[in-house]
């Protein structure tokens, strides 16, 4: 009894009451006269799977992050969550609000046409996770990937100090939220030095809790712990499911610049156009960021080569990545290279990460799930970044503004990828992999390294 309570009834609970706890009695009694319940009941078990035991074991008082595709589609089965009332009750004040109610103002969830409440500004925005289920990796396809990632942590322990003295590499993640009971996050906890939620924002609920109930974000975190194993870690939810309108990005992004005052910022999500009316923000937002100096990291997209890059990774500001398979194949997802452009890409096939304990279907003891994605290539990419500019503060100390400057950045990442000189790209990409073998760079001896970051930092 005591599960049922926690995992069904609570949360019903919660929701129901944060939802309505603002309503007058008045207009609560007017939305129910118009209310069919004979033949609507609710999907309990649907309801209970977007709730988490973390959102009420932290004893936050936080209302539902508000995504607005949940609230937008139309109602396809005849068993509505009480989620759905809830929207249909918002579209009811809305209406009163405005002096337009009348007897239709409350209209059955099957009145409403697909094309009328499907707001195209979200539907147009996405994670790029290719959707492929951790079970259909292959174990080659897994080991391969903890063998490359092998070859960039002997890079990483030779090169930076355990006893580290030089400040920490500051990175903001944008995305679903974090686990933060996850226990690989749990030993890194130190290192997450803040946690915004901006679904929470203008709620009146509790912004430091960014609880993950997709998994993209925890997953994605614990890639740039992973990569840049000294950095201090910033969390800003932006979305649950789907990426939020750009103004609540642009946001994100403003904070982190002026308030956190982060080096890189990783967006492993994308708009497929910017033709929508707050997208100027999110362009002022980034360019604001690139003047501070603030390296930008956004993943390519997920469409292959039905489309091309999305935005913000199309933005003048924005290093765009793309992905790999262990050897730099393109993914099949990957968008097609650009002819007179750098175009940057690593490993994004069979990532294996962290993946939230409280989410269902998680059969795996350790608590981690293999996904592939340009989503997930982008903060390696970033972690590498990070790793870059740590070991430039270290060696080269007086470049390492320089290198805080995205065409600098862009070009390192460029010469990083090259094996020997006069090497063209790999299906048109710059594959980024670091080892300590000697046709990469890392592999050869330090003063070749320094003089090398040096040239290119000087150009």
């Known amino acids: 009894m005591s599960k049922i309570y926690q995992e069904i009834v ?29 033949n609507w009941d609710q999907n309990i078990q649907q309801q209970a799977q977007t709730e988490t035991p ?46 337009r109610h009348s007897n239709s103002a409350t209209r059955s969830p099957y009145d409403s046409p697909r094309a009328t409440m499907i707001n195209d500004e979200y539907r147009a925005s996405q994670f790029f996770d290719d959707e492929t289920i951790s079970e259909a990796h292959t174990k080659d396809a897994c080991l391969k990937y903890d063998h490359w990632k092998t070859q960039y942590s002997e890079v990483y322990e030779k090169f930076i100090p355990e006893d580290l ?20 996050i749990d030993a890194q906890v130190e290192q997450i030095k803040d946690r915004y939620n901006w679904l929470n924002e203008n709620r009146g609920a509790n912004v430091r809790v960014v609880t993950d109930r997709s998994g993209h974000g925890t ?53 497929t156009t910017c033709d ?43 290093i765009a990545i793309h992905a790999t398979d262990t050897d730099g194949n393109r993914s099949r997802f990957s968008p097609t290279a650009l002819k007179h452009d ?22 795996d003891s350790k608590f981690l799930r293999c996904k592939s994605g340009t989503s997930y290539a982008t903060p390696i990419a ?22 805080k400057s995205r065409r600098r950045m862009q070009a390192l990442l460029q010469r990083v990828a090259e094996k020997e000189a006069g090497q063209t790209a790999r299906d048109g990409y710059h594959f980024i992999a670091l080892s300590l073998h000697r046709d990469s760079l890392f592999g050869k001896g330090k003063n070749y390294i320094d003089e090398t970051i040096r040239d290119v930092l000087n150009t």
């Open 165 to 184: 003295h030089h400040p920490s590499i500051k990175i903001a993640i944008l995305d679903t939220g974090i686990d933060m009971q996850h226990p690989d």
């Open 10 to 38: 609570k949360p019903l609970e919660t929701e129901l009451y944060q939802s309505f706890e603002k309503i007058s009695s008045d207009d609560l009694d007017d939305f129910a006269k118009g209310i069919d319940i004979v």
């Open 276 to 318: 929508m009316d707050d997208y100027h923000e999110l362009e002022d937002a980034l360019a604001n960021a690139h003047a501070k100096r603030v390296l930008l990291f956004a993943a390519a997209s997920n469409s292959g080569g039905k489309q091309g890059r999305a935005y913000p990774a199309r933005d003048q500001n924005v």
């Open 342 to 363: 750098i175009n940057l890409a690593t490993v994004g096939e069979a990532i294996e990460s962290a993946w939230p304990t409280y989410l269902p279907g998680n059969s």
């Open 54 to 99: 973390e959102d009420y074991a932290q004893g936050d008082e936080q209302t539902h992050d508000l995504n607005p595709p949940r609230f937008m589609l139309p109602f396809d089965s005849p068993r509505s969550s009480a989620s759905d009332l809830l929207g249909q009750f918002g579209q009811f004040l809305e209406t009163r609000q405005h002096g």
């Open 382 to 403: 970033a972690g590498i970044a990070g790793f870059l500019l740590l070991y430039t503060k270290i060696n080269l100390p007086d470049k390492a503004e320089a290198l």
């Open 219 to 271: 997953f994605t975190a614990r890639l740039i712990l992973d990569y840049a194993r000294d950095a201090q870690l910033y969390v800003a939810k932006i979305a649950d499911d789907t990426p939020s309108k750009p103004s609540v990005v642009a946001k994100a992004i403003n904070h982190a610049v002026s308030t956190w005052e982060v080096d890189i910022i990783s967006m492993s999500f994308g708009f």
